[in-house]
C-alpha cells in the first residue's frame, strides 16, 4: 500500500519521533477514533498518535465491556481511519481472543490489521503472560504498544474498573511486566489508572515512552478516548477525565433545532431548494 504522506508535505509521525520527543521532553498527545471522520479533525489538529482502541466496543457499539469486538471490526475501524490520517501515528488494539496464550494467533491477527487496515503498530494488554505474542508480533517487523494497569479486557478476573496497583505486590507484578515489555521491544506502554506517584516509578525505570490514562502527570503522555473529553458520552466521568466540550448538549439542541424547523415548515427555505 503507498502511503498518502509521501505525496503531501506531511513529516508522519514514527515510533522514531516518539521516542526523540520523549528524549527531549515534548509530551505525547493521543487520543482514540474508530472513523474517517473523526480521525481526518485529529490528524488536522495535529494529533501525534491516534488510537483506534476496542473501547469501540463501548462507544461504536455499546457494549458493556471491550471483549465482544471482533479481529473484523477492529478492521473495519482501523481501515477507516487509516484513509484518513496523513500525519499521525495510527495503533490499532488487538482485540480480546486475538493474541493470549497462542503466538501464532497472535501474529496472525497482528498480521491481518497491518496488511487489511495499513496502521502503523498494534498495542494489546498484559505483561510477561502474553510476552511469546509480542516476541513473535515484533520478529515480524510490526512495532507493539504495552498496556498494564487496569487491562479492560481482563475486567472480569479484576471485578471491577477501579485503580490498579493500590496492592504491593500487584505494583510490584506492574513494575516488572514494564521492565519485560521494553526488554521485548515495545516501543511504547499505555499506563491505565494507577496512583500517578507509581505511574513516575515506573516512567522512571524504563526509557521508552509511557503514555497514561488517570496516571497522573509524571508520563511521557496522554490519552484520552475522543467521546469521553468531548462530552459526547454522558454516563462515564472518571476523576482523571477532563471534559473539553459538552458536545452532546450541543447535537441534541442542534437536532431538537432541525425538529422544530422541519415541523414548522421552516425548512427547506426558498433558497435550500432547487
Ligand atoms: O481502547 C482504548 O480506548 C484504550 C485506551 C483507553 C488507552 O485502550
Request: glycine share 6%.
Given at each position: ?31 482514540t477514533a ?9 490528524d488536522?489538529?495535529?494529533?501525534d ?13 455499546g457494549?458493556k ?7 473484523d471490526?477492529m478492521i ?5 481511519v ?19 496464550g497462542?503466538?501464532k494467533?497472535?501474529l ?11 496502521a ?18 515484533l520478529?515480524?517487523?510490526i ?14 478476573k479484576?471485578?471491577t ?25 515495545c ?14 516509578e ?14 497522573g502527570?509524571?508520563v ?24 473539553y466540550?459538552?458536545?452532546?448538549e ?25
Open positions: 500500500m503507498t502511503a498518502n504522506y509521501l505525496y503531501r508535505d506531511v513529516t508522519k509521525v514514527t515510533t522514531n519521533t516518539l521516542q526523540r520527543m520523549h528524549n527531549e521532553g515534548e509530551k505525547i498527545a493521543m487520543l474508530y472513523d474517517y471522520s473523526t480521525a481526518k479533525l485529529l488536522m489538529a495535529k494529533i498518535v491516534i488510537l483506534v482502541g476496542d473501547s469501540a466496543a463501548n462507544v461504536m457499539a457494549y465491556t471491550t471483549l465482544p469486538i471482533t479481529l471490526d473495519y475501524h482501523a481501515s477507516s487509516v484513509r484518513a490520517v496523513d500525519r499521525a501515528l495510527v495503533v490499532v488494539d488487538l482485540p480480546f481472543g486475538t493474541y493470549q497462542n503466538s494467533e497472535a496472525h491477527s497482528a498480521i491481518r490489521i497491518m496488511k487489511e487496515s495499513g502503523d503498530a498494534v498495542k494489546l494488554e498484559g505483561g510477561v503472560e502474553v510476552k511469546e505474542s509480542i516476541d513473535r508480533i520478529s515480524a517487523g512495532p507493539v504498544m504495552g498496556h498494564l494497569g487496569l487491562t479492560p479486557q481482563s475486567i472480569n479484576f471485578g474498573y477501579s485503580v490498579r496497583a493500590t496492592d504491593p505486590r500487584e505494583a510490584e507484578k506492574i513494575l516488572a511486566d514494564a521492565k519485560v515489555l521494553e526488554q521485548c521491544g516501543f511504547a506502554i499505555v499506563l491505565e489508572k494507577i496512583p500517578a506517584l507509581f505511574a513516575k515506573v516512567s522512571e525505570s524504563i526509557s521508552i515512552p509511557t503514555i497514561g490514562i488517570g496516571a502527570p509524571h511521557s503522555g496522554q490519552v484520552l478516548v475522543f467521546h469521553d473529553m468531548m462530552g459526547i458520552t454522558q454516563q462515564f466521568s472518571p476523576r482523571y477525565l477532563r471534559r466540550h459538552n458536545l452532546s450541543e447535537i441534541i439542541n442542534a437536532i431538537g433545532h432541525y425538529i422544530h424547523d422541519v415541523k414548522n415548515l421552516d425548512f427547506p427555505s426558498e433558497k435550500e431548494q432547487y
